[in-house]
T-cell receptor, first 115, second 111 residues
Framework: EPEVTQTPSHQVTQMGQEVILRCVPI?????FYWYRQILGQKVEFLVS????????KSEIFDDQFSVERPDGSNFTLKIRSTKLEDSAMYFCASSGQGGEGTEAFFGQGTRLTVV | QKEVEQNSGPLSVPEGAIASLNCTYS??????FFWYRQYSGKSPELIMF????GDKEDGRFTAQLNKASQYVSLLIRDSQPSDSATYLC???????????FGKGTRLSVIA
């Protein structure tokens, strides 16, 4: 069964360092998303990406964040200068083309710990 | 501000019983509704989705949608200890717009 894959599964970084989280969406999907979940809190939307550009972003997705699709398969989230409060699980998700009921499948997540 | 509300629980049910999980949402125009299961430290796993009023059944799971009341529920029949997890309700306003999640309901199935 096709799945969304994310690397690394766990990343520890020093405050102020840059991190890049990587995702390989399901191959025939067209819509890509990043969400995050701070420990004990709800899943929050960060950014969506379609047709090689950002289609929507939340208030959380400020200038410290960027997304890229460097090739036909990878989808990356970069945090330029990490803060302690960036510590969270980061989930990549993808959806196919469709209207109502289009499913969104999640990757296994990257646990980011900023120290 | 689009909101999705869930009772955080924990909801405890004995093995073999029916677990009933509820969710309300604020955006009346929302079109698609999803239930995810999340084990501690893991990613959300899609259980099922619904977009028409009424019931939708998939194995032991039944999703119910009432758009007039802005209410979605998930019934789990013959609950098993392995069903113990947090259940996330998510709402999609339309098309492929981002999901808006509730905080989740923690379910505990007691053997």
């Amino acid at each position: 069964e096709p799945e969304v894959t994310q690397t690394p599964s766990h990343q520890v970084t020093q405050m102020g360092q840059e991190v890049i989280l990587r995702c390989v969406p399901i191959s025939n999907h067209l819509y890509f998303y990043w969400y995050r979940q701070i420990l004990g809190q709800k899943v929050e939307f960060l950014v969506s990406f379609y047709n090689n550009e950002i289609s929507e972003k939340s208030e959380i997705f400020d200038d410290q964040f960027s997304v890229e699709r460097p090739d036909g398969s990878n989808f990356t989230l970069k945090i330029r200068s990490t803060k302690l409060e960036d510590s969270a699980m980061y989930f990549c998700a993808s959806s196919g083309q469709g209207g109502e009921g289009t499913e969104a499948f999640f990757g296994q997540g990257t646990r980011l710990t900023v120290v | 501000q689009k909101e999705v509300e869930q009772n955080s629980g924990p909801l405890s049910v004995p093995e073999g019983a029916i677990a009933s999980l509820n969710c309300t949402y604020s955006d009346r125009g929302s079109q698609s509704f999803f239930w995810y299961r999340q084990y501690s430290g893991k990613s959300p796993e899609l259980i099922m989705f619904i977009y028409s009023n009424g019931d939708k059944e998939d194995g032991r799971f039944t999703a119910q949608l009432n758009k007039a009341s802005q209410y979605v529920s998930l019934l789990i029949r013959d609950s098993q200890p392995s069903d113990s997890a947090t259940y996330l309700c998510a709402v999609r306003p339309w098309g492929n717009t981002p999901l808006v999640f509730g905080k989740g309901t923690r379910l505990s199935v007691i053997a």
